[in-house]
């Protein structure tokens, strides 16, 4: 469990950002942080100004942020902001976000990813384009994710992947759960032993495994 004292003096050492407010709302440590930064896109600066607000759960990191705009929002035409009452940042996947912050999950490379996320809106509002290309938003962007990251096709296939709960090496020489007739340890053993052996990634795979199974 975290406390407002100690994400208050982390979040003060962060370069390019002013904090203005931090406090306990009970379940969560409530960070307002205006940018005072810009950020360089394809050769493109832009000015960083933005005043947002964070929610960093009392079990992060086992329970990752939240970010949205508070309390003026100047970012409304976009395609990657949630559909919540708070029209919330999407940053990104959420295993692909615990795999930048890992090892330490400190908040400063947090704040980097909100910033990457401001610049790539300054670039999209500019060029009308993205600057990195895009992936689906929502259920469907989680979808892409885990094809790209297994480099499968099928629905099928990543979610016999995905619930994979545990391996032991009597499992090495079974066939590989994505049906590829090879054996495990020949074709998805050291994807799946990466994640499987994170416990917060572990725990993230089984939320998104649960999230695809109630819509495929």
């Not at 890992?102 to 500019?126: N, W």
């Not at 709960?165 to 590829?180: A, D, E, F, G, H």
Request: net charge neutral; proline share 4%; charged share 25%.
């Amino acid at each position: 469990m975290i406390d407002y004292l100690e994400v208050e003096n982390k979040f003060v050492e962060i370069n390019g950002i002013k904090l203005n407010s931090c406090f306990d709302s009970g379940n969560a440590i409530i960070v307002s942080v205006t940018f005072d930064a810009s950020a360089l896109v394809n050769n493109a600066r832009f000015i960083l100004d933005h005043t947002v607000q964070i929610e960093i759960p009392k079990k992060y990191p086992l329970d990752l942020p939240s970010t949205f705009e508070f309390p003026e929002k100047t970012i409304t035409n976009f395609p990657h902001l949630n559909h919540d009452t708070n029209r919330t940042f999407c940053l990104g996947i959420e295993l692909d976000i615990r795999k930048k912050m890992e090892p330490d999950y400190s908040f400063e490379t947090y704040v980097s990813l909100i910033a990457d996320f401001l610049g790539m809106y300054q670039y999209y509002s500019r060029y009308q384009i993205f600057p990195y290309g895009e992936r689906s938003h929502g259920d469907t962007g989680i979808r892409e994710y885990y094809k790209e990251l297994f480099s499968v096709d099928t629905d099928r296939q990543i979610m016999n992947l995905m619930k994979t709960n545990k391996l032991n090496n009597s499992m090495r020489n079974k066939k590989c759960p994505c049906n590829s007739g090879l054996k495990l340890k020949n074709c998805h053993w050291s994807q799946l032993n990466i994640i499987l052996s994170n416990s917060l990634q572990h725990v993230q795979l089984q939320k998104d495994y649960k999230i695809l199974q109630r819509r495929l």
